[in-house]
């Protein structure tokens, strides 16, 4: 198993730096990954264009992640994962970067519609 953690952690070094889609620090980053990125990106748009301090990143690796992530998540003041699912993601950030991130799920069958990620964007700058 310790030879495997080894090989796990050192693909880590090979994994390209993280973009952030917007400025590097502000009030809110909106990660995700896999089929959420159009919606997740319109949503983001939304925000940015209306001044908010709103940025996002989408994850392509997620074993193992990123190894700039934790520095990415400490810049933010709050973190939302939206997932079309029961919350995996979410479990995951909460457990590795002990951040305080919040989960928006999904779990219908079908994709995110930007209005129901602008929301729960609205929501989270509002608390």
Known sequence: MR??????AGIAAEIPPTEVRGAPEGDLLVIGW????GAIAAAVDG???QG???SQVHL???????????EILKRFKRVLVPELNLGQLVRVLRAEYLVDAAGLNKVQGLPFKVSEIT???ARTLEA
């Not at 896999?34 to 990125?37: P, W």
């Not at 392509?60 to 934790?70: M, Q, S």
């Open 47 to 49: 925000f940015q264009q």
């Open 60 to 70: 392509r690796y997620l074993n193992p992640l990123p190894i700039d992530l934790g």
């Open 34 to 37: 896999g089929s959420t990125f």
């Open 119 to 121: 929301h729960g964007i």
């Open 52 to 54: 908010k301090a709103v």
């Open 3 to 8: 030879v495997r953690a080894r090989k796990v």
